[in-house]
C-alpha cells in the first residue's frame, strides 16, 4: 500500500484523533478544547469525510494561526495553531513515521536519547512519560561522573524547529523508505503551516506547539546520535535538541563539539556558540538541579506548606530575577494567592515577560481579585502594548475577577483599542470575549468579528462566546447563518453548534454550507433525519460506552429533555478532551436528573433543581435509600468536582488544595452512569 493511502486510511486516522485527544499538553490544548468537542459530536462522519477529500486529493490545509511569545531573551517565539482536521492529518503523516523511525532508534531510548519517546501503535498516548525520560537523563548523568566522566559541555540549537530545512527532511525520510508522494506532500502542508500571518512561505521550519512535531524533528535530530570520534571515550545524552557531553578530558570534549558542529552544518542546523560551555564537574548535586527536577521540601503529595512555598520563591527571585524558570513556575502554580505573594509577583514579571501564562494562571486562582491587586492588573493592561500574547492573557486573567468600577474602566479601554481586521489573534479573542460579557460590542459589530476576522480560530472562538443574553437571538442566527457558510471547518462547525443550541436551521440552499455543518447537525438530528426515534442522549451515552443501556429519556425529562440533551452531549464530546469539563458538565446534568426522578416519583419527596447538594448530604433520604446507584452518580461526580482546582482553590473540610482531575476516573464515571441508568429503567422511570 502507497505511504498517501496509508497516512488516509480510516484506522490511522482514527487513530491520530485519539492521540490528539490524550496529549498531556494542556498549553496547547487550551486553545482548541469546545472546538475538538465539536468535532468529536461527528467524529465518524467527519472522519470519513476527510479520508474521502484526501484519497480525491481536494484536501487542502488551513494557514496556521501564528501566536507570538515573548522569550527571556525578548524576542518572539512562534507558536502555530493548526485547525483540528489539520493537526488530524499531520498526526496521521507522523503516525507512519514514528512506526518506521522506532526500530532504528528504540535501542537507544533512556540510554542516549530521552525526548519525545514514541510508546508504540497500542499505547493510549503517542509519547512515553516526559518524567520518566527526564529520571533517565537523570540517573545517566550521575552514572557518567560516577565512572570518572568529569568534564562536561552543552550543545544546544538555535531556534531547531524554525530552521529544519525540507530538503533535508525529505532526505531523511527518504532514508525510512517513504516514497516521493508522501516527503512531498508532507512537506508541502508543512509549508503552508509554517507560513507568516503575513502569507509568505518558507522552505523550511516545522511547527511549534502541535503534538507531531516534536517526533518529526526526530527524524532530523537522531542524525547527531550516531556521533563517533576515534581513539576518544565519553558519553553522549540527548534531551529534544540539547545535548549534553562528558568526557575525562577537556581536550577530548573540544574535538567532540567541532565534529558535533560539523555535524549541524550537514543538516543546516546552527549551535548556540553563547550556550556552549565547557567545565569540570565540582558538585554532582549542583549539575544534576540543571538537568532534572529535585523535589521541593515545601510540596508533598498530600499537603502544600505554602511558608515554604512562598520562601522558596523569594528565595528563587533575588532582586526579583529568577535563577531557575522551570522551579519557580512548579512552585508558583502550587501557590495560594496572597497578598505579598501577588506584589512580589507583579515586580517579577516586569523584568520576566516570558513568565506570563504562570503568572496569569496564578492570578486566576483569585475568585475576585483584591482592589489594590484587580488596580495593578488594569493598569499593566493598559500599558502593556508590546507583547500581544501577554496583554491578551492579562485581560483573560482580569475577565469577571474585577469590582465593577474597574471592570467598567477595563471595558472603556479595550474598546478604543477593538481593530477586528488587523488585531493579533488571541488579543483580538480575549478582547472580544471582554467586550461581549460587558456588552460593549453591539450584535452588528460582533457578527462583523466573527464573519470578518482573517484567522479561522479568531473566527470559531468568538463564535463560541457569542451568547442570546448579551446579544439577543437574531443576532445569534445572523452569526449562525454566516458561519456555516465559513470556508474554514472549525468556525463552521461551531456556528453549527450555536444553531443546535437555539435549535435554529439556517434556512436557504445547503449546498452554500461547510459539508461538516452538515455531517454535525445530520448527527445532531437536526437535519434530513425523522427525530422521532432518535434521541441525543441515548446516542451519546452509546459513544460513551457502548454498554450503557438505552432508554426512553424524553419521557423522564418531560419540558427539560432538550436541555438534558443538550448536556448529555456536551458531556460525552468532553470526555475524550476534557476531564475537568466532562466532570463539571456530567454534575449538571446529574442535577438535571436528579430533578426528573423526584418528578416522576413524587413518593421521594421534592427537590429544588439547583439544590443537589441537599440530596447527596442525606444518604439515608428516601432518594438514596430507593435510587442508591444514582445517588452513588451524583454524590462521586460531585465530590469530583467538589474537589477540582477548576472549581475551588481549596478542599474546605481538610484545608488541602484541590488539584487536577485525573483521566483514572472516566471508567468509574462510565460504570456508574451504566449503573444508574440500569436502576432508573428497572424502576419503570426509563
Known sequence: MADLDQLRHPDNLRRAWRWLRSNPDAAYKSYFRSLYQRYAIAEDALLDDLADRLRRGIYEPEPSTKLLHPKASGILRPYSLLSVEDQIVYQAALNLIAERLQPRVVQRYNKSVFGHLYAGKTSTWFYRKWTEGYKSFNQATEKAFADGYVYTASFDLTACYDSLDHRVLKHFLSKLGFDPDFCAKLTEWLEKWTATGRGIFHNHGIPQGPLSSGLLSEVVLSYFDDLKLKHSDFRYLRYVDDIRLFAKDEYTLRRLLVRLDEMSKDIGLFPQSGKIRIHRITNIVEELKSVSNPPEAAITRQFT??????????????????????????????????????????????????????????????????????????????????????????????????????????????????????????????????????????????????????????????????????????????????????????????????????????????????????????????????????????????????????????????????????????????????????????????????????????????????????????????????????????????????????????????????????????????????????????????
Open 305 to 686: 506548606d505554602q511558608k515554604k512555598l512562598n520562601a522558596r520563591i523569594k528565595e528563587l527571585t533575588p532582586r526579583y530575577q529568577i535563577t531557575n524558570a522551570t522551579r519557580f513556575k512548579y512552585l508558583l502554580a502550587h501557590a495560594i494567592p496572597s497578598a505579598q505573594l501577588t506584589a512580589r509577583l507583579w515586580r517579577i514579571m516586569e523584568h520576566h515577560p516570558e513568565i506570563y501564562r504562570s503568572g496569569c494562571n496564578y492570578l486566576k486562582r483569585y475568585a475576585k481579585l483584591p482592589r489594590v491587586a484587580g488596580g495593578k492588573l488594569v493598569e499593566v493592561i493598559k500599558t502593556n502594548g508590546l507583547y500581544a500574547s501577554v496583554r491578551a492573557e492579562f485581560i483573560s486573567a482580569a475577565d469577571c475577577r474585577l469590582d465593577a468600577t474597574q471592570d467598567r474602566k477595563l471595558a472603556r479601554m479595550l474598546k478604543k483599542i477593538w481593530t477586528p481586521r488587523s488585531m493579533p489573534a488571541d488579543l483580538q479573542v480575549a478582547i472580544g470575549r471582554y467586550l461581549m460579557r460587558t456588552g460593549d460590542l453591539s450584535a452588528t459589530q460582533v457578527a462583523y468579528a466573527c464573519r470578518a476576522a482573517p484567522s479561522w480560530w479568531t473566527r470559531a472562538s468568538l463564535i463560541e462566546a457569542a451568547v442570546p443574553a448579551s446579544l439577543g437571538a437574531m443576532a445569534i442566527r445572523q452569526i449562525v447563518e454566516d458561519g456555516v457558510k465559513d470556508d474554514g471547518i472549525d468556525p463552521a462547525l461551531a456556528a453549527g453548534w450555536k444553531g443546535f443550541e437555539s435549535a435554529f436551521v439556517p434556512a436557504g440552499k445547503r449546498k452554500d454550507w461547510k459539508k461538516a455543518v452538515e455531517l454535525l447537525l445530520r448527527e445532531l438530528g437536526m437535519i434530513q433525519r425523522s427525530t422521532a426515534g432518535h434521541c441525543g442522549i441515548n446516542n451519546a451515552f452509546a459513544k460513551l460506552d457502548v454498554r450503557v443501556s438505552t432508554g426512553n429519556w424524553k419521557k423522564l425529562f418531560g419540558p427539560r429533555y432538550s436541555q438534558a440533551e443538550l448536556q448529555a452531549i456536551e458531556t460525552v464530546a468532553a470526555s475524550g478532551v476534557n476531564i475537568t469539563g466532562f466532570v463539571n458538565l456530567l454534575d449538571v446534568f446529574d442535577d438535571l436528573l436528579i430533578d426528573a426522578v423526584y418528578n416522576a416519583d413524587p413518593a421521594i419527596g421534592n427537590y429544588t433543581l439547583g439544590g443537589i447538594g441537599s440530596v447527596l448530604h442525606a444518604p439515608t433520604g428516601r432518594f438514596a435509600v430507593k435510587y442508591p446507584n444514582t445517588y452513588e452518580l451524583a454524590k462521586e461526580v460531585h465530590d469530583r468536582r467538589y474537589e477540582s482546582m477548576a472549581s475551588h482553590p481549596l478542599i474546605k473540610r481538610t484545608g488541602k488544595p484541590t488539584r487536577r482531575i485525573s483521566y483514572k476516573f472516566l471508567p468509574t464515571a462510565k460504570r456508574l452512569l451504566r449503573e444508574s441508568i440500569a436502576e432508573l429503567k428497572a424502576a419503570g422511570l426509563l
